[in-house]
């Protein structure tokens, strides 16, 4: 029964390269959440998407990043040339209903991105 | 967004019972409360949600105030393995978006052995 996967776990990437991130939701989840963990920070809100769709990136910086739940396979969220400060730990969580305020999201272990 | 206020720590001892509390006064009446934890290197864990009336699960209880201004999470024993940061976030958004969970900065639990 396996939950949210995330990979990779850690990621180190050099100014200016690309960091994509993959998230597996739960088995029969169909929303998929990213947010994003400064260091001593709360979680904060990124993107929120289901299958083929994004339905709210009001947290997602203008810039570099991007995020996509295809039809098939994981959700990735993409981060071109990245900067010291895109340093974080990215958390995607999933459910299997929204619209809902007993909406309860599953979170996988996050990956922790390094920028050098 | 409604906010929640929570000691920025606590401590405890093993085997003891916890009561992690929880301010929430401008809640609005159909809000739910959630918890969730947080352990060391890991992605937020689901602990316990609910409404108006108190809730019981394998992890953990919610009692929540008459006028659901406050709640406390408690947790019955506490082990090793319950030192977290424990969240407190209300389902709340207007227009649909209570799938934004607002995470504060939560309270440490310390458990000593």
């Known amino acids: 029964n396996a939950g949210v996967m995330q990979n990779p776990r850690h990621l180190v990437r050099r100014r200016g390269q690309e960091a994509r991130l993959r998230c597996s939701p739960m088995?029969?989840?169909?929303?998929v959440y990213w947010y994003r963990q400064l260091p001593e920070e709360g979680l904060k809100f990124m993107v929120y998407?289901?299958?083929?769709?994004?339905?709210?990136e009001s947290g997602m910086p203008k810039e570099r990043f991007s995020a996509e739940f295809p039809k098939e396979g994981p959700s990735i969220l993409r981060i071109q040339q990245v900067v010291r400060g895109d340093s974080a730990a990215y958390f995607c969580?999933?459910?299997?209903?929204?619209?809902?305020?007993?909406?309860?999201?599953?979170f996988g272990a996050g990956t922790r991105l390094s920028v050098l | 967004d409604a906010k929640t206020t929570q000691p920025n720590s606590m401590e405890s001892n093993e085997e003891e019972p916890v009561h992690l509390p929880c301010n929430h006064s401008t809640i609005s009446g159909t809000d739910y409360i959630h918890w969730y934890r947080q352990l060391p290197s890991q992605g937020p864990e689901y602990v316990i949600h609910?409404?108006?009336s108190n809730v019981n699960n394998r992890m953990a209880s919610l009692a929540i105030a008459e006028d659901r201004k406050s709640s406390t999470l408690i947790l019955h024993r506490a082990t090793l393995r319950d030192a977290a940061v424990y969240y407190c976030?209300?389902?709340?958004?207007?227009?649909?978006?209570?799938?934004?969970?607002?995470f504060g900065k939560g309270t440490l639990l310390t458990v000593n052995p």
């Open positions: 998407l289901q299958k083929e769709n994004i339905i709210d």
């Open positions: 088995k029969g989840h169909s929303h």
């Open positions: 609910g409404l108006t």
């Open positions: 969580a999933s459910s299997n209903r929204s619209g809902s305020r007993q909406n309860i999201q599953y």
């Open positions: 976030i209300l389902g709340s958004g207007s227009g649909g978006s209570n799938y934004k969970l607002t």
